[in-house]
Nanobody, 126 residues
Framework: QVQLVESGGGLVQAGGSLRLSCAAS????????MGWFRQPPGKEREFVAG????????YYADSVKGRFTISRDNAKNTVYLQMNSLNSEDTAVYYC???????????????????WGQGTQVTVSS
């Protein structure tokens, strides 16, 4: 399995930007698809963005498309989530997750990601 630690969360004004990072340890990071999920207050965890093992394919939830960008640096065992044009609906705990596949099928279901970080809080003030 992959161990994951998120960082970069915080408080930001509406319209602002944040960059989340997820540092991974474990031999399988370089062959695993990665994903970002979030859990808004009082709501269920939802898929935000995914990236395949090589970084050549990315995919997003409709709610963040055009505003968020997922990327990875396999040499640094790190995946990123650049978040721009933030609004109050983006307030949530954000989780990094590692899939048990390379990502050819573009997984979005939480069940496809057996490894999870502890989460980082993102709060957008209006």
């Amino acid at each position: 399995q992959v161990q994951l630690v998120e960082s970069g969360g915080g408080l930001v004004q509406a319209g602002g930007s944040l960059r989340l990072s997820c540092a991974a340890s474990g031999r399988t990071f370089g062959t695993s698809a990665m994903g970002w999920f979030r859990q808004p207050p009082g709501k269920e965890r939802e898929f935000v963005a995914g990236i395949n093992w090589s970084g050549s394919t990315t995919y997003y939830a409709d709610s963040v498309k055009g505003r968020f960008t997922i990327s990875r640096d396999n040499a640094k065992n790190t995946v990123y989530l650049q978040m721009n044009s933030l609004n109050s609906e983006d307030t949530a705990v954000y989780y990094c997750a590692a899939a048990n596949t390379r990502g050819y099928t573009r997984p979005t279901a939480p069940q496809a990601f057996p490894s999870w970080g502890q989460g980082t809080q993102v709060t957008v003030s209006s």
